[in-house]
């Protein structure tokens, strides 16, 4: 059986574990429970201080509640950790689209596809993209 990758921060704590609490944040938010799914959120970000990803759940969660400022503080929070984070910047693409700052948000969402051409977050960032050449938002 080969060992598990091992995340390093404040303890070392196995991968599985850590996407383990992301997802039940994730599912807190979905049964609408959104100070404890915010509790996890910042327990996993407190847990793993190098890592952007529960940061911008935080952001996701805060931009969900309509709380946009505060969602673009976190994805900020996030890109402060991991400047290069494709996901990071994407999200941050999304929160600024909505806040009707159209040509920052272009610049973050094409930040995150020079980072990364495909995957999930260059395909979030790439609708997005094209919802603003359609001008649908």
Known sequence: MSEE???SGIVDVR???IALL???GHLLMEMRKFKEAEEVFQGVAALVPHSEIPLVCMGNLAFSLGQKDRALRFHNEALKRVP???LGHAHRGEVLLFMKKTAEAKEALERSL???SDGPAALFASSLLDAIAAEVL
């Open 15 to 17: 991968q599985s574990e």
């Open 84 to 86: 290069d984070s494709a």
């Open 5 to 7: 990758l091992q995340v």
């Open 114 to 116: 020079s980072i990364e």
């Open 22 to 24: 992301l997802e039940a």
